[in-house]
């Protein structure tokens, strides 16, 4: 049975708190070609930058510092992906001590699966298909008494996103509207809890 989301803002502003000592806090960059180009001021939030090359470090980290707070005896954590939520699991496992395997598709690049390697967790290959994740994940977790940390769908996880929004706001408090990409949908989930609190009328794509 698929876990119940319900994240609100206070659960960003405890992963804010949390993972403070962590992650950058990224920056802001503008472009006056772009700005030329749309009639307005837009501005880059650069996750890029962000620990592991990504946002996933977010989620990531806030994830396996509640769960460790949570139970001190945990054995490790698990996850599958097709490379970032990886690099970002296998990561921020190093940084709290707790043993780790990351489960990708064959396919996945090899510098990131090279990246998951040097971070310290176990890497395990899988087929092609999401069910082929999923089932390979959900073999570790049992086998070794493992924590599943998902790549998306989890309260902990999208509340760990939601921190963007609250650096681009303090950052940029007059933005008007926050353009995000999607995949699985964990960072907009958790972007859109925070900014639609700290600013009611401010619009989401």
Not at 51 to 70: C, D, H, P, V
Request: glycine share 8%.
């Amino acid at each position: 049975m698929a876990t119940k989301l319900a994240v609100n803002f206070g659960d960003v502003t405890d992963a804010c708190r949390r993972i403070s000592n962590f992650i950058h806090k990224t920056p802001i960059f503008t472009n006056n070609k772009i700005n030329e180009l749309t009639g307005r001021n837009i501005y880059f939030k650069a996750e890029n930058l962000q620990k592991t090359g990504s946002f996933k470090a977010r989620g990531a980290i806030n994830s396996i510092l509640k769960l460790k707070a949570e139970n001190s005896s945990v054995a490790g954590v698990v996850t599958h992906s097709s490379g970032n939520h990886g690099q970002a699991t296998a990561w921020a496992s190093r940084s709290t001590g707790l043993p780790c395997s990351i489960v990708v598709p064959k396919y996945s690049p090899a510098v990131k699966m090279a990246a998951i390697k040097e971070y310290g967790a176990e890497l395990i290959q899988c087929g092609p298909l999401p069910t082929d994740r999923m089932a390979a994940c959900e073999k570790v977790a049992q086998e070794k008494n493992y924590e599943i940390i998902p790549p998306f769908d989890h309260n902990d996880v999208i509340a760990g996103q939601g921190t963007i929004a609250m650096e681009f706001l303090e950052q940029v408090p007059d933005l008007d509207a926050i353009l995000v990409p999607i995949s699985g949908g964990g960072m907009i989930s958790g972007i859109a809890i925070a900014a639609k609190h700290i600013k009611h009328g401010i619009k989401g794509k």
